[in-house]
Each structure stands twice: as structure tokens, then as C-alpha cells.
């Protein structure tokens, strides 16, 4: 389960007794809590549906075995930089896959996973419309197309680049606000 970031139990415990008071413990209102707390928190942390179990009686297994049961749940906090791999036929059959173990291999995470800093999430969709220049993956909301192992190193060392330059900023910024 993914490590809560500093002031995030309190932020759930927040949200989640918000929800609770507006809709009420009823099991019939399960669904409706559940995605107003995926909405307003980005994804269902294990805390929340342990919270939501104990305040409708009900074990927290069902809670994890519904969200697991149904895809429109995201059990996973999605990454600053959201990765999408398609995975429709067309992208599937002309390397789709090798696209997603590129990925794999430089994250260190699997599909339907975030890593530990938040930086980035993996996953796959279905066709994205684009099968003209697959295989295709969506990286936050751009289509990149023709992706290979290469253009996935491409990738991954432009957004390092890119973090490299926001820490630098941001190290510049505190820098002016000690003086
Ligand atoms: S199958 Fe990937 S864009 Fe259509």
C-alpha cells in the first residue's frame, strides 16, 4: 500500500468524516462515498475505505473487494507526471508492451503503480484513438506516438531534466526569501 506523504492521514481523516456526515453510514450509499472520496482526494487510500468500513459495520475486505471489483476506482495516488500506456490492439500488436516494461525498468514500479515520491504513475488504457502512430502513450495529456524503448529514454531523461530545474528554482526562491 502507498506510504501516506506528511499531512495526509489528517487530510483523509478530514475528507472522509465530511463525506460520511453529508451521505450518512447506510451501505446502500457505499458507491456514492467512495467516489465522492476518490474525487476529492484523487484516489482511494486503504485508510479511507478502512474509515468508511468502520462507520458502516461492515468488514474493510468487502470495501477493498468492491473498489477492486469495479475499475473506475483508483487505488493508487496518481503521479505528478500520469503515464498512460495504450493498450489497444492496434498499439498492443506493434509494441505496446515493450513500451510499458521501458517504463517499468526505469521507474521501478509496475502497471497500476505510483512511485514512492509521487512523481509518476503507470498505467494502461484502452485505445486512445490515435492508432495511426502506435504504439502510443499519453504522458500527463500529450499523445506520444511510435514509442520505443529509445523515446521512452528520451522521455524519462527529459522530465529528470525538468525536475532538476524545478528543485533548482524552487532552491533559488528560498534562497531570496532568507535573505
Ligand atoms: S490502439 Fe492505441 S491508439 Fe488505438
Known sequence: MQQLLEGEKELIIEKVGEILGKHGSDRENLIPILQEVQDSLGYLPGLSMEIIAEAMDIPSVDVFGLTTFYNQFRLNPPGKHQIKICMGTACYMVGGRIALE????????????????????????????CCAIAPVVVVNEDIEGKVTPTRVDGLMLAFEADEQEEEQKEAEENEEKGD
Do not use: P
Not at 521501458?102 to 484513438?129: N, Q, W
Open 102 to 129: 521501458s517504463f517499468e525498468r526505469h521507474l521501478k514500479i509496475g502497471e497500476g503503480e505510483t512511485t514512492s515520491d509521487r512523481k509518476y504513475s503507470l498505467e494502461t488504457v484502452a485505445c486512445v484513438g
